[in-house]
């Protein structure tokens, strides 16, 4: 009898890390949405228009002390597309199975099932040495634009990352932009 290979679960990790940001470029964009000349992608309330912004940070950590020094570059996109996303509530990640089951039971109550996402709308990549670490985010605009006023400052900025690692995927769990240094806090 052969034996089958079953893949293994393994416990999502949870990591932190304190980065400096060295510099910093933008770009703004404003165009025709490229949606409205594909017939198969646009629709009747297709947006005409194409405002967005595009923050890139570069960055070395500072914590934890094994990861000392290495390198970070995030790309974060700022677009009203995103602002529904951001508005969703827990009650839009209730997961209905099958109207026919009931719900999971626990001490003879019925518990709610929701699929929360992992992180926010976006990812990091799992670094091939020498190099950096690149994660990009999908925010709202007003967030990005609040980004830009604070980079605006001429004082250090700092990121404080809050990551998942399941399986051999890293989310994002928390993005803050700062000036006072994590590490201090």
């Known amino acids: 009898m052969v034996k089958r290979k079953t893949k293994r679960q393994t416990q999502p990790e949870y990591f932190f890390s304190s980065i400096i940001v060295e510099k910093h470029t933008l770009a703004i964009n404003a165009s025709i ?7 198969k992608q646009r629709g009747s309330n297709t947006k005409l228009y194409d405002l967005g912004a595009r923050l890139e940070l570069y ?5 934890p002390e ?10 974060i996109y700022g ?3 995103q602002e529904y996303e951001f508005s969703r509530t827990l009650n839009d990640c209730h997961v209905i199975e099958n109207w026919e089951k009931p719900y999971p039971t626990k001490k003879g109550m019925s518990k709610l099932v929701y699929n929360v996402p992992d992180g926010l709308p976006g990812m990091i990549q799992l670094r091939q040495r ?5 994660g990009w985010l999908f925010l709202p605009s007003q967030t990005v634009t609040d ?3 604070l980079l605006s400052r001429d004082v250090p ?3 404080d990352l809050h990551l998942l690692r399941r399986e051999r995927r890293y989310h994002i769990k928390g993005f803050t932009l700062q000036t006072s ?3 201090e806090e």
């Open 79 to 81: 677009s009203s597309s």
């Open 181 to 183: 240094d994590p590490n």
């Open 33 to 39: 949405n490229h949606e409205i000349n594909n017939e």
């Open 66 to 75: 094994k990861s000392r020094d290495e390198p970070y570059h995030f790309t």
């Open 147 to 149: 980004m830009i006023v």
């Open 130 to 134: 020498p190099e950096p670490w690149h």
């Open 59 to 63: 960055g070395r950590c500072t914590y």
């Open 157 to 159: 900025h700092y990121i």
